[in-house]
């Protein structure tokens, strides 16, 4: 048997593997070996979700930023970035229109814009939980102190997801300003987790002068921090920012990524993300197929949609929330599986 086969075997068994041994499964893996990773991340998945395929409203309120991420389109120093921030009534609608549309989970995502102060936040929070009170909300707004996160929670905000980018500190500073430092993310982490909230982390596939270890040291993190949701997609350069020639992040890598990650943690709500989406026409039927359940459509309006370009050539900013939600089903069922309206929640081994 090929020493891969052997090491998935093992991952499959074991849920981690030293970091040696993943990164053997990196850099070895084949065509043949990920076909066998993602029918047991299928399995895996499909015992504990079924064939079921969650959907979350993604909402993106502002791309103000006062952080400036090498790899990001609208870190501040992107000039060509069209700055616009959605008002309380804007975001209400959206779930409005979302509600209507089945979703029952809303996303709330933005730069790290003080605009937004805690209190704002909270009151969104609140009304939305008040007017959809079958809603899981979600936020992703950054690095925050303890006790903002305890204040959104205490409204009512469900989960909170914040990518790591990467559990390499000498990496970490090559990505972000030195402002930024991975040990207040991880900070960050651990208190959302213990808050209560449903918890992700995340990064970037391919991301300029990612090693082979240090995806492995991703894998070893998430399986440390033992997180709900885990967000990965492939890098892709964006044209305003410091990365704008580095190479784009690879479908195949990504994949071998969700699958490893699904037998990591087998519960895990694992997105097929729309930059994933961006790189291959059917990058997130491939996702599924390699173990997420996830996907996450856009309920921003129409209008702001081409402003939020975090990475070039995103896709769906054309496109109607009922149009993609339409689009997604049949996507879904080409390969399978069925996109549903349920909350989706992290489901705990009894
Ligand atoms: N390519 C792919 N993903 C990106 N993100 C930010 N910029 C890019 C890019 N150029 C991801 C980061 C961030 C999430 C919201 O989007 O991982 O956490
Ligand atoms: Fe948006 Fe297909 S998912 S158009």
Same mark, same amino acid.
């Given at each position: 048997?090929?020493?891969?086969?052997?090491?998935?075997?093992?991952?499959?068994?074991?849920?981690?593997?030293?970091?040696?041994?993943?990164?053997?499964?990196?850099?070895?893996?084949?065509?043949?070996?990920?076909?066998?990773?993602?029918?047991?991340?299928?399995?895996?998945?499909?015992?504990?979700?079924?064939?079921?395929?969650?959907?979350?409203?993604?909402?993106?309120?502002?791309?103000?930023?006062?952080?400036?991420?090498?790899?990001?389109?609208?870190?501040?120093?992107?000039?060509?970035?069209?700055?616009?921030? *959605?008002?309380? %009534?804007?975001?209400?609608? &959206?779930?409005?229109?979302?509600? /209507? +549309? @089945? #979703?029952? !989970?809303?996303?709330?995502?933005?730069?790290?814009?003080?605009?937004?102060?805690?209190?704002?936040?909270?009151?969104?929070?609140?009304?939305?939980?008040?007017?959809?009170?079958?809603?899981?909300?979600?936020?992703?707004?950054?690095?925050?102190?303890?006790?903002?996160?305890?204040?959104?929670?205490?409204?009512?905000?469900?989960?909170?997801?914040?990518?790591?980018?990467?559990?390499?500190?000498?990496?970490?500073?090559?990505?972000?300003?030195?402002? *930024?430092?991975? %040990?207040?993310?991880?900070? &960050?982490?651990?208190?959302?987790? /213990? +808050? @209560? #909230?449903? !918890?992700?982390?995340?990064?970037?596939?391919?991301?300029?002068?990612?090693?082979?270890?240090?995806?492995?040291?991703?894998?070893?993190?998430?399986?440390?921090?033992?997180?709900?949701?885990?967000?990965?997609?492939?890098?892709?350069?964006?044209?305003?920012?410091?990365?704008?020639?580095?190479?784009?992040?690879?479908?195949?890598?990504?994949?071998?990524?969700?699958?490893?990650?699904?037998?990591?943690?087998?519960?895990?709500?694992?997105?097929?993300?729309?930059?994933?989406?961006?790189?291959?026409?059917?990058?997130?039927?491939?996702?599924? +197929?390699?173990?997420?359940?996830?996907?996450?459509?856009?309920?921003?309006?129409?209008?702001?949609?081409?402003?939020?370009?975090?990475?070039?050539?995103?896709?769906?900013?054309?496109?109607?929330?009922?149009?993609?939600?339409?689009?997604?089903?049949?996507?879904?069922?080409?390969?399978?599986?069925?996109?549903?309206?349920?909350?989706?929640?992290?489901?705990?081994?009894?």
């Amino acid at each position: 048997m090929s020493r891969i086969i052997e090491l998935i075997d093992k991952l499959e068994r074991e849920h981690i593997l030293p970091k040696s041994e993943l990164v053997e499964i990196i850099s070895g893996h084949t065509p043949e070996t990920d076909e066998y990773l993602f029918e047991k991340a299928r399995a895996v998945r499909e015992k504990i979700y079924g064939k079921d395929v969650y959907m979350r409203g993604l909402v993106e309120f502002t791309n103000y930023c006062k952080n400036d991420c090498l790899y990001c389109g609208i870190r501040r120093s992107a000039k060509g970035a069209e700055r616009y921030r *959605l008002t309380e %009534e804007q975001i209400l609608e &959206c779930c409005e229109t979302g509600h /209507e +549309l @089945g #979703f029952r !989970t809303f996303v709330l995502q933005g730069g790290e814009d003080v605009f937004y102060t805690d209190d704002k936040i909270v009151s969104i929070v609140t009304k939305i939980k008040e007017k959809f009170p079958d809603c899981a909300v979600t936020l992703s707004i950054g690095e925050k102190s303890r006790e903002s996160y305890e204040k959104f929670r205490n409204a009512g905000a469900d989960r909170y997801l914040l990518r790591h980018e990467t559990a390499n500190s000498e990496h970490y500073s090559k990505l972000h300003p030195k402002e *930024l430092s991975l %040990e207040n993310r991880m900070r &960050c982490l651990a208190d959302l987790k /213990e +808050l @209560g #909230f449903q !918890t992700g982390c995340g990064f970037m596939v391919g991301s300029p002068y990612q090693t082979a270890e240090n995806l492995a040291e991703d894998l070893l993190y998430i399986y440390d921090l033992k997180p709900h949701m885990v967000g990965i997609g492939p890098f892709v350069p964006h044209h305003d920012t410091p990365f704008a020639e580095e190479k784009q992040g690879s479908l195949e890598t990504t994949l071998l990524l969700l699958g490893m990650i699904r037998l990591i943690l087998p519960n895990v709500l694992l997105p097929a993300t729309t930059a994933l989406g961006t790189i291959h026409p059917k990058g997130r039927e491939m996702g599924i +197929l390699a173990g997420a359940n996830v996907v996450m459509p856009n309920l921003s309006p129409k209008d702001v949609r081409k402003k939020y370009l975090l990475y070039d050539n995103k896709i769906c900013t054309g496109d109607e929330a009922a149009e993609c939600i339409a689009c997604l089903g049949r996507r879904m069922e080409s390969v399978g599986y069925k996109l549903v309206s349920a909350r989706g929640d992290f489901i705990v081994d009894s």
